[in-house]
């Protein structure tokens, strides 16, 4: 299901941002089929620093809901700012962790404030792409305080759906979250961070591929080659 074929989202998309793509992901061409990969679609501010994330691909009105919810938490946390930036990153990081208590069941307090840049160059907490060139630091999530008692009921869903919990709290409990969850939690600590330190750890940390700068890998590039076909090729 192509979402970004839909007629609303892309009128909506028109209107309200500027796209482009990016693969930094491994797959292969077979023919005329990818096979692997996956894709991560990121809402940023016209300087690139990270608002929202889809990890994965969606239906046309998941996208189109997400979309307009950037659109109006850019406005509304405009106006609470007041033009201190600042503040307008704190309030974007809590409006990712209201979205994660009222979605997902999960209480997290957000980051207000970076602390100053580490130099994670070819340290430990970095990824890197299959060769071993350093590509981006991993950042670390907001711990979990706990779930809000009000969507425990979510959770029992969560765990039907996703298996076995595997994210902890401070107090040692064990929570469900899929990869949209694990999103919020990631910008509650990070929004508004440059896309090149959040791109690795949206695709690598929480949709589990590897990060790669090769090209991509083309299986028989010319399918008409050897059945007496021509094609003109235009460079």
Same mark, same amino acid.
């Given at each position: 299901?192509?979402?970004?074929?839909?007629?609303?989202?892309?009128?909506?998309?028109?209107?309200?941002?500027?796209?482009?793509?990016?693969?930094? &992901?491994?797959?292969?061409?077979? /023919?005329?089929?990818?096979?692997?990969?996956?894709?991560?679609?990121?809402?940023?501010?016209?300087?690139? *620093? $990270?608002?929202? $994330?889809?990890?994965?691909?969606?239906?046309?009105?998941?996208?189109?809901?997400?979309?307009?919810?950037?659109?109006?938490? $850019?406005?509304?946390?405009?106006? %609470?700012?007041?033009?201190?930036?600042?503040?307008?990153?704190?309030?974007?990081?809590?409006?990712?962790?209201?979205?994660?208590?009222?979605?997902?069941?999960?209480?997290?307090?957000?980051?207000?404030?970076?602390?100053?840049?580490?130099?994670?160059?070819? /340290?430990?907490?970095?990824?890197?792409?299959?060769?071993?060139?350093?590509?981006?630091?991993?950042?670390?999530?907001?711990?979990?305080?706990?779930?809000?008692?009000?969507? =425990?009921?979510?959770?029992?869903?969560?765990?039907?759906?996703?298996?076995? #919990?595997?994210? #902890?709290? *401070?107090? &040692?409990?064990?929570?469900?979250? &899929?990869?949209?969850?694990?999103?919020?939690?990631?910008?509650?600590?990070?929004?508004?961070?440059? %896309?090149?330190?959040?791109?690795?750890?949206?695709?690598? &940390? %929480?949709?589990?591929?590897?990060?790669?700068? =090769?090209?991509?890998?083309? $299986?028989?590039?010319?399918?008409?080659?050897? =059945? /007496?076909?021509?094609?003109?090729?235009?460079?």
């Amino acid at each position: 299901m192509n979402a970004l074929a839909n007629e609303k989202v892309g009128k909506y998309l028109e209107q309200h941002f500027v796209s482009s793509f990016q693969r930094v &992901g491994t797959f292969r061409i077979v /023919g005329k089929t990818k096979q692997g990969g996956n894709v991560a679609s990121y809402f940023c501010a016209p300087d690139g *620093r $990270v608002l929202h $994330v889809i990890a994965g691909p969606v239906d046309a009105d998941t996208l189109l809901r997400e979309s307009k919810w950037v659109v109006e938490t $850019v406005k509304t946390s405009n106006k %609470i700012a007041k033009g201190d930036g600042g503040r307008f990153k704190a309030e974007f990081r809590k409006a990712h962790a209201d979205k994660l208590r009222t979605e997902h069941g999960l209480a997290v307090q957000p980051v207000a404030y970076d602390p100053p840049d580490a130099d994670d160059e070819g /340290g430990p907490l970095t990824f890197r792409d299959p060769t071993g060139r350093p590509l981006a630091p991993i950042l670390p999530p907001v711990p979990i305080e706990g779930p809000d008692v009000k969507f =425990r009921g979510m959770q029992e869903n969560a765990a039907k759906a996703l298996g076995a #919990a595997a994210i #902890a709290d *401070r107090r &040692g409990g064990r929570w469900v979250l &899929g990869n949209q969850g694990r999103v919020h939690m990631l910008m509650a600590a990070h929004s508004m961070q440059p %896309i090149e330190k959040l791109y690795a750890s949206i695709f690598q &940390g %929480i949709l589990g591929e590897q990060v790669t700068t =090769r090209p991509v890998e083309i $299986v028989n590039p010319f399918p008409w080659h050897g =059945r /007496g076909e021509t094609k003109q090729i235009r460079n």
